[in-house]
């Protein structure tokens, strides 16, 4: 017997992982975007010091002269900053680009490993091999001794491009860090802020959602960048602007805020009343944020991204405007905007968060194979006040407040329609009104029509002063529905016949045909406050949420249906829920 | 100097506050880039580069910050020089006034 040699290579160099994260990179240049912003307010302001309306003479005009100085350093530093922050988010695209090509490699090298075992196997198995054979098993070890050089060699090049690619980081940062070099690269800087403002379909009055998209998609992302910085209380809070954009934007309004707030807080300075509230309003924004970031898929149990759709802490006399999502609306299978009532304003969000994540965990578990985003928004001047400071709760006796949030809220939906990402089908959308949140999303229906494909009224104290029928909202009348529970003196406040409040008739009525789920709370009976049954909707483990979470995943047949209320001529309205026993639904979350 | 000049006092109050707070901002704004984590890059050099950068930076929009602080106390001051100016005359006219009733 003779004994073949066979030179198989050694087993694979391993691929590790590139160092780096681009995450961090990026909130680095989020930062660095955030101060350009700040820099460039300041330009703005100090370019436009006029004196001429209160102080005109020898000390007005030399004041002139010293501002316009600082406000061209200080456009030069934004602009440049901008760049900068530009090139750091360039660099963690590429981080990105070279950990694909990375996988690649280790995907390859995982290959090679098989062939490699396979060829050892089939070598040991050989016995009394021909020529023939013996050839083949070697020109399979040659053939991987070649593919395992082109692998080495591409991982050389891999790691080579990424110390180029560093390199060059290493000089735009080098090539920026001294007052010289950013007055002489200021110098050479535009700003495509403000004509990109004034192109068509830009932010403004004329333009629709889908205008507004269309613009933005138009914009290089220099300017998209530049009307971020210039402008972010504009693109953070107009509808059609994509979600993730709306959120960078926001976010940089939010910054700047608590720097300002906070500063004056920190240096002990009184702040007024307004800058009280302003300041809270903040603060709350990112509470929630945090509290968002804070939380897990219940499905995949990775982190959930969440969003600041809109952001106005002064909005509606200092109630603030305030939208968070829990997931991305443009690109979710399942899509939910959820409408407060009263007693929320921006300060609240945080408990706002707090349900939409029940709502999305809950959608989440009714079917895990779709994806979920969630929206808390409170983007009306919702009843909150009954203090000095306001009483706009007087209100809710009427519709007013309500009518006003109808097309606001209206042209939001318009803009989750505008901002679906491209070559997916559109979302699964639906519109949730609780308490006066019910009223305003009746009118938003009635009014303006909102292109949502299921309405959802819960705790209502009446649908609105246009729906008489679940088939006055525009959509199929098979896809509204509202849950009532039986113990909720709100619910009580709608019209059934012709007693009740003036804000509409009660959808959980008969005569208005939604479909009505079940709604009862276990603790119906014993829990604390006048208004307990009220706020229970999005409990985890509520009937209510589980039925919710069953509509917004477009599980309709699984939805537990109730018996709606009816009023006889000859009593007051009856309700058959109220001897129901409720019962505890898992939602598949317990928060 | 010119032979002519007019004031509303108020409005310099006002425009101070103004800048304030653009240096509350900036202060914050300083501090926030003078603080961004750069331990994500992806090598000692370029975290390097990168922490030189964010401090310098830090200093150039403290500066900037300084510049608006100056800007809120000058205009602060200014107004009330013209207030002072104003009040001077005031008391010496009405002073020589007293002055003339003495005499008479």
Not at chain 1, 542 to 551: H, K, P, R, V
Not at chain 2, 87 to 97: K, R, S
């Amino acid at each position: 017997m003779t004994t073949v040699t066979i030179d198989v290579p050694a087993f694979p160099a391993p691929i590790p992982e590139l160092p780096g994260d681009a995450g961090s990179m990026r909130a680095f240049a989020a930062d660095l975007l955030a101060t350009s912003s700040a820099l460039d307010d300041l330009a703005s302001f100090a370019a436009n010091v006029r004196t001429d309306d209160y102080w005109y003479g020898a000390a007005a005009e030399a004041y002139g002269a010293a501002a316009s100085d600082s406000a061209d350093d200080a456009d030069s530093k934004s602009l440049v900053l901008r760049k900068v922050s530009g090139q750091v988010e360039d660099f963690a695209d590429e981080m990105d680009a070279f950990e694909v090509r990375r996988l690649g490699l280790y995907d390859r090298r995982t290959t090679l490993s098989s062939r490699r075992i396979d060829l050892i196997t089939d070598i040991n198995a050989t016995k009394d091999a021909t020529d023939a054979q013996i050839e083949v098993l070697k020109e399979r070890s040659r053939h991987l001794r070649t593919s395992l050089t082109v692998l080495y060699e591409d991982h050389a090049t891999l790691l080579e491009d990424v110390k180029t690619s560093g390199q060059q980081m290493i000089a735009a940062f080098q090539a920026a860090d001294t007052q010289a070099e950013v007055r002489e690269t200021g110098d050479t800087l535009t700003d495509p802020a403000d004509a990109a403002m004034t192109l068509p379909g830009a932010p403004g009055d004329d333009s629709s959602p889908a205008d507004v998209n269309t613009w933005w998609t138009s914009l290089s992302p220099t300017q998209q960048r530049a009307v971020i910085a210039a402008r972010p209380e504009v693109i953070g809070n107009t509808n059609g602007i994509p979600t993730d954009v709306r959120d960078e934007a926001n976010r940089i309004s939010l910054d700047l805020d608590l720097d300002a707030l906070e500063t004056r807080e920190d240096n002990g300075e009184n702040l007024s009343f307004a800058e009280e509230q302003h300041l809270e309003r903040a603060r709350a924004a990112q509470e929630a944020l945090e509290n968002v970031a804070n939380r897990t898929d219940p499905v995949t149990d990775e982190p959930v991204p969440g969003y600041l759709t809109l952001y106005d802490p002064t909005a509606f006399g200092g109630d603030g405007a305030v939208a968070v999502s829990v997931g991305n609306p443009d690109t979710a299978d399942n899509v939910s905007v959820s409408v407060p009532g009263m007693m929320n304003d921006g300060a609240t969000i945080v408990n706002g968060t707090d349900s939409v994540f029940n709502l999305y965990s809950t959608a989440r578990a009714s079917d895990p194979d779709a994806s979920v985003a969630s929206t808390m928004w409170i983007g009306y001047d919702g009843p909150s006040n009954f203090g000095l400071h306001g009483l706009d709760s007087i209100q809710v006796i009427d519709e007013g407040l309500a009518d006003a949030g109808g097309e606001q809220l209206a042209a939001y939906l318009d803009g989750v329609r505008a901002t679906r990402q491209e070559g997916l089908d559109p979302a699964h959308l639906t519109a949730i009104g609780h308490s006066y949140g019910s009223t305003t999303v009746g009118n938003a229906a009635t009014d303006h029509g909102i292109p949502v494909d299921d309405i959802v009224l819960i705790g209502s104290p009446g649908a609105g002063h246009e729906a008489d029928h679940a088939s006055d909202l525009g959509i199929d009348e098979d896809h509204v529905w509202t849950g009532a529970n039986s113990r909720d003196p709100v619910s009580g406040l709608a019209r059934n016949g012709w007693v009740g409040t003036g804000l509409g008739l009660d959808p959980a009525d008969e005569d208005f045909g939604a479909h009505r789920f079940q709604a009862e709370d276990v603790d119906r009976e014993t829990g604390e406050g006048a208004f307990y049954n009220h706020n229970q909707y999005y409990q985890s483990n509520s009937e209510s949420l589980f039925n919710m979470g069953q509509i917004v995943a477009g599980n309709d047949d699984q939805v537990l249906g109730a018996d709606q209320r009816y009023d006889p001529w000859y009593r007051t309205m009856v309700d058959p829920e109220h001897d129901r026993t409720p019962t505890d639904v898992s939602t598949g979350y317990d928060r | 100097m010119t032979d002519r000049f007019f004031i509303d006092s108020g409005q310099l109050v006002s425009s101070s506050y103004e800048w304030r707070e653009h240096a509350d901002t900036l202060d914050g704004a300083a501090q926030r880039t003078g603080e961004a984590a750069t331990s994500g890059f992806p090598a000692a050099d370029v975290v390097g580069a990168a922490d030189t950068f964010k401090q310098r930076w830090s200093t150039m929009v403290g500066s900037l910050r300084d510049t608006s602080r100056t800007f809120e106390d000058k205009m602060l001051t200014a107004s009330q020089a013209y207030a002072a100016s104003d009040y001077a005359a005031q008391e010496a006219f009405e002073a020589w006034l007293v002055s003339m009733g003495e005499g008479s």
